[in-house]
């Protein structure tokens, strides 16, 4: 099956900072979404970036589907951002999504 | 429009015991999806329904595990005599057809004692 991996796995960072996150996969892809996972358990829709960029408030996203990434950025980070991450995608044929396993981001005072 | 719906958000059963999972998509989907995650780990795929088909089960156990989606009403995730290892957090998504954003509901969590 196709494989989705995220970097880095951890990240401590100043609020006020900026971050770009990695999630690389191993084949074409017909869907690929970004979620945060708070603190609470719950996972919250950020995107849907099969390809191309998209920005939402201080959320950003490009997928280069031709070179099977993406990134998600997050500029000037607020502790409310702090939480997991996570990159899924769906390659054709398929419509189970394929989680990464997620970077954890830890946003200080 | 109300997001996708689970209930109940918090289950505990003792070992040996039946749990059912209840999932009521958004409005307009049809296509619902179930994931588990275990603790300290990403979302692992179960099934995939569409109304009164299992379409991709792929990643259900074979055993213990069965899920519905009827005509009427939500969709279910049975599991027969849970045991420890079962524990873990369901996640139902649903979308309005194929090659769409998956949405997610709040989940539920099963702890087995």
């Known amino acids: 099956g196709i494989q989705v991996e995220q970097s880095p796995p951890d990240l401590i960072l100043q609020e006020g900072a900026n971050s770009t996150l990695r999630c690389n996969f191993s084949?074409?892809?017909?869907?690929l979404q970004w979620f945060h996972q708070n603190p609470w358990g719950q996972l919250i829709n950020l995107f849907y970036?099969?390809?191309g960029t998209k920005q939402n408030g201080r959320l950003s996203a490009t997928t280069v589907a031709t070179e099977r990434y993406s990134l998600l950025y997050i500029s000037s980070s607020q502790t409310t951002d702090s939480g997991v991450y996570f990159c899924?995608?769906?390659?054709?044929?398929?419509?189970?999504?394929?989680f990464g396993t997620g970077t954890r981001l830890t946003i200080i005072p | 429009n109300a997001g996708v719906m689970q209930n109940p958000r918090h289950l505990v059963r003792r070992r040996g015991q039946e749990a059912r999972l209840r999932c009521s998509p958004m409005?307009?989907?049809?296509?619902v999806y179930w994931y588990r995650q275990l603790p300290e780990e990403g979302l692992k795929f179960m099934v995939y329904?569409?109304?009164?088909?299992?379409?991709?089960e792929s990643g259900m156990p074979k055993e213990r595990f069965s899920a519905e989606f009827p005509k009427e009403g939500p969709s279910i995730l049975r599991i027969q005599q849970v045991v420890r290892g079962d524990s873990a957090a369901y996640f139902c998504?649903?979308?309005?057809?194929?090659?769409?954003?998956?949405?997610f509901g709040p989940g539920t969590r099963l702890t087995v004692t």
């Open positions: 970036i099969p390809s």
């Open positions: 899924a995608v769906a390659n054709f044929g398929n419509e189970k999504l394929t």
């Open positions: 409005k307009g989907h049809s296509h």
């Open positions: 998504a649903s979308s309005p057809g194929t090659i769409y954003e998956q949405y």
């Open positions: 084949d074409s892809v017909n869907n």
């Open positions: 329904l569409q109304k009164e088909n299992i379409i991709d």
